[in-house]
């Protein structure tokens, strides 16, 4: 995809959604942490529910431990992998405690020093909690970066590293948010919905679906 191509895809999908947020809910940088640590291998509604009856009686670091593990998982246990992410929490929440004043350090090391915290997960952080120009690439970012030609590549730092050097400045900071959606509800795995998608003249995949199944 050259490089008119990609400033067009990206006017599109800002034209389209020009604020465009996490479908995680969260109300702080803490909240946020724990609601990405908590969304590997699950849905954001799932993990919503949950923190929607966790967060209103555990949203520092301090007030998480207090709960212990037993506490902790009593709210997450309708999550996959929830027993290893309670320790993961908690962890980390002690960590947050001893070493960053029970403050969420807006650094990628002290980040990815953490327990179950990946790049992915601390780009994420970074971009949206502060600001900082990253892209986290998940399975969805993968697929529509290598779909449509925007940002091709066989590994996941491939395609983020890719998508840093093509993406045009300006839209670096929401770029993480546009295609993240775009994958979830658009660009689907199985079967790309192409009959309604918004940049569907710029992608540059070849097995396009343009009519949906039912028609």
Not at 166 to 192: M, N, S, T
Request: proline share 7%.
């Amino acid at each position: 995809m050259n490089a008119a191509k990609r400033r067009a895809l990206f006017e599109t999908l800002r034209e389209n959604n020009p604020t465009p947020t996490s479908d995680l809910e969260y109300s702080s940088p803490f909240e946020l942490l724990i609601a990405v640590l908590l969304s590997a291998q699950a849905t954001d509604a799932g993990v919503n529910k949950a923190t929607r009856r966790l967060f209103p009686v555990a949203n520092t670091p301090a007030a998480m431990l207090a709960l212990g593990e037993d506490g902790l998982i009593e709210y997450i246990k309708t999550i996959g992998l929830y027993k290893t992410k309670a320790k993961h929490v908690l962890q980390t929440c002690r960590i947050l405690v001893e070493q960053h004043g029970g403050k969420v350090p807006a650094d990628r090391q002290a980040l990815e020093a953490l327990p179950g915290v990946g790049r992915k997960t601390a780009n994420v952080v970074l971009n949206i909690a502060f600001g900082h120009p990253t892209i986290a690439v998940d399975t969805h970012i993968f697929r529509v970066g290598n779909r449509t030609g925007l940002a091709p590549g066989k590994t996941v730092q491939a395609v983020e590293m890719k998508l840093l050097k093509v993406v045009p400045e300006e839209f670096l900071q929401d770029a993480h948010h546009w295609l993240i959606l775009h994958g979830r509800y658009v660009c689907k795995a199985r079967r790309p919905e192409c009959w309604h998608c918004v940049i569907e003249p710029l992608c540059e995949y070849r097995d396009k679906v343009l009519t949906p199944p039912d028609a």
